[in-house]
């Protein structure tokens, strides 16, 4: 449980994410923004869960579940494991996961754009959805929380985090993100509040005519298995910026555009269960720069440059598309 008290305006995180003592029926500020800026946009259900934490009804996962929801942000990046570095890092804490747990999700993850086809099968994996346990804040109360790597002790002291521990160095690798460099012809940022991610995302695409796109995903996950192609929507354009949620006490998103890229939202139907899901996908048309021990090489069997490169937006992540953007059937 995280204790802060933000004394200007009395809000009280503590108060904030036990269940049902705090829960309030009034839209909160995020949401009369989201209504006023994008009127005809309807608030992703994941994002709507993270304004009001306080109703989950998900019960809170165990630690490796917790860790296989958050690698799977880290695989998409092509950073090969939390468990150490690569030659792109610095040094990073520890947390004991091998290799083959991220090739395991790695298969459950990437596929060939050539699976993106109606009766075409692919074999996916979704985790457990993991979230903030203090959600979206109000803008207000995450932008008096200091949030860089230099100014990590204060933010911990703040939140209640204890040096050392298991979410303190969470909190580190999600500041050593966000203080990544932009690859080439790439634009970033990190979101701490709602606000800042629709403004992050209208800078990015230079334009405040957006609309966001989110995968149709059980919170509660659902077993590795292949899942037959129902229908293809293709979402026109060829740069948008996708988000993921980074493993910190309050939500934080980690935006950045996607220059040689095609997005589909796709339906599909679990061959063994019957679960019916629509993953938005994202193919990365020109791997040409990327790093040759990217999982998605390994576990499709392809180099940098071969051909384009999918995975599917887990649940909680979200793409932005111009509005003007169309998405059309096939």
């Known amino acids: 449980r995280y204790r802060y008290i933000d004394k200007a305006t009395n809000f009280n995180l503590s108060c904030y994410v036990q269940v ?3 829960s309030n029926a009034v839209p909160t500020e995020a949401e009369v923004y989201w209504r006023t800026v994008l009127p005809d946009s309807p608030l992703p259900d994941p994002i709507l869960k993270l304004l ?11 630690d490796d579940t917790v860790a296989e929801a958050y690698s799977l942000t880290w695989l ?21 996961r091998d290799h083959s747990a991220d090739e395991y999700l790695a298969r459950g993850l990437f596929f060939h754009e050539e699976a993106v086809q109606v009766g075409k099968t692919m074999t996916l994996y979704f985790p457990l959805a993991a979230s903030a346990p203090l959600g979206l ?12 790597a230099s100014s990590l002790p204060t933010a911990l002291a703040r939140l209640g985090v204890a040096n050392n521990s ?4 969470n909190m580190e690798e999600t500041l050593y993100m966000c203080d990544l460099p932009p690859k080439a012809g790439e634009a970033k940022f990190c979101a701490t509040s709602l606000e800042a991610l629709v403004e992050g995302t209208m800078a990015a695409l230079g334009t405040r005519n957006v609309r966001p796109m989110a995968s149709d995903l059980p919170r509660s996950g659902a077993p ?6 129902r229908a293809v929507h293709p979402v026109d354009g060829s740069s ?13 998103y980690m935006c950045h ?6 997005a589909y939202m796709v339906e599909m139907e679990g061959a063994h269960s019957g679960l019916a899901v629509t993953v938005a996908a994202i193919c990365h048309t020109d791997t040409s720069h990327w790093d040759a021990e990217h999982f998605s090489f390994k576990v499709l069997g392809t180099k940098p440059g071969d051909g384009p490169i999918c995975h599917y937006l887990p649940y909680g992540h979200n793409v932005w598309v111009k509005k003007e953007a169309n998405r059309s059937s096939s």
């Open 52 to 62: 009001h934490p306080e109703t989950s009804s998900v019960k809170k996962p165990k």
């Open 20 to 22: 049902g003592q705090c």
């Open 257 to 262: 555009n996607t220059p040689a890229t095609r």
């Open 137 to 148: 804040l109000p803008r207000h109360v995450a932008d008096s929380i200091p949030f860089s």
């Open 166 to 169: 298991v979410q303190a160095a």
């Open 224 to 229: 590795k298995q292949p899942y037959a192609v």
């Open 76 to 96: 998409m990046w092509g950073l090969r494991s939390r468990s150490g570095p690569t030659k792109h890092s610095s040094p990073r804490p520890s947390h004991d």
């Open 240 to 252: 948008f910026v996708s988000c993921h949620d980074h493993n910190y006490p309050y939500t934080v």
